[in-house]
């Protein structure tokens, strides 16, 4: 029999994480993700005591989290559901609605700064086209970074979540890796 050894996105065994002066980037292989989608008719739910945002908007709530990512739809977030079949209880909480595993396909990285807004804002300008300072704690887009799609959630003013897709996962850890470097110096 195969011994199978669980890889993170970036294909590590552990999360890797690196600092760049101020800034820390994290690799969150511990992040559950599922889709949710209201039916036609459907009043907007509240999983896991969740009030789902609106648009452009992020929430949290102890270990869950959601973000808006169009018109009655939303990502929700479990932190340390990676490895459980977190779609499965995102449905069971909501069975009305339509819900999709989507942990697997998206890569999710943390950045912190120990010196407050400025290099997370720094490093917005670098990679982004959004108006860094008006990008606010509890707002969240889907943007272009570099050759890549990415939803970007505004976690605190000095927290930036970056999830990009999974194939990608060594691309975007390239380019946020670069963009934080050039800011050391």
Same mark, same amino acid.
């Given at each position: 029999?195969?011994?199978?050894?669980?890889?993170?996105?970036?294909?590590?065994?552990?999360? @890797?994480?690196?600092?760049? *002066?101020?800034?820390? $980037?994290?690799?969150?292989?511990?992040?559950?993700?599922?889709?949710?989608?209201?039916?036609?008719?459907?009043?907007?739910?509240?999983?896991?005591?969740?009030? =789902? #945002?609106?648009? *452009?908007?992020?929430?949290?709530?102890?270990?869950?989290?959601?973000?808006?990512?169009?018109?009655?739809?939303?990502?929700?977030?479990?932190?340390?559901?990676?490895?459980?079949?977190?779609?499965?209880? =995102?449905?069971?909480?909501?069975?009305?609605?339509?819900?999709?595993?989507?942990?697997?396909?998206?890569?999710?990285?943390? $950045?912190?700064?120990?010196?407050?807004?400025? #290099? $997370?804002?720094?490093?917005?300008?670098? =990679?982004?086209?959004?108006?860094?300072? *008006?990008?606010? #704690?509890?707002?969240?887009? @889907?943007? *272009?970074?570099? !050759?890549?799609?990415?939803?970007? $959630?505004?976690?605190?003013?000095?927290?930036?979540?970056?999830?990009?897709?999974?194939?990608?996962?060594?691309?975007?850890? !390239?380019? =946020?890796?670069?963009?934080? @470097?050039?800011?050391?110096?």
């Amino acid at each position: 029999m195969t011994d199978l050894t669980a890889i993170t996105a970036l294909g590590g065994t552990v999360a @890797r994480t690196e600092v760049f *002066g101020a800034l820390t $980037i994290t690799e969150n292989a511990d992040l559950g993700l599922a889709s949710l989608s209201l039916r036609a008719g459907q009043e907007v739910p509240q999983p896991f005591g969740l009030m =789902l #945002p609106g648009v *452009g908007k992020a929430v949290s709530m102890g270990e869950y989290a959601a973000f808006w990512t169009g018109r009655g739809q939303w990502m929700i977030e479990a932190s340390g559901k990676a490895e459980v079949d977190f779609a499965a209880m =995102l449905k069971s909480e909501v069975p009305e609605c339509s819900v999709t595993e989507q942990t697997d396909g998206f890569a999710a990285f943390e $950045i912190a700064s120990t010196q407050g807004a400025a #290099p $997370i804002e720094a490093l917005m300008n670098k =990679l982004v086209n959004i108006d860094a300072k *008006g990008f606010e #704690p509890g707002q969240a887009t @889907r943007t *272009g970074l570099e !050759h890549m799609t990415v939803f970007l $959630i505004r976690r605190a003013e000095d927290r930036l979540a970056v999830i990009g897709m999974r194939t990608l996962a060594g691309s975007l850890w !390239h380019a =946020l890796a670069v963009a934080a @470097r050039r800011l050391e110096d």
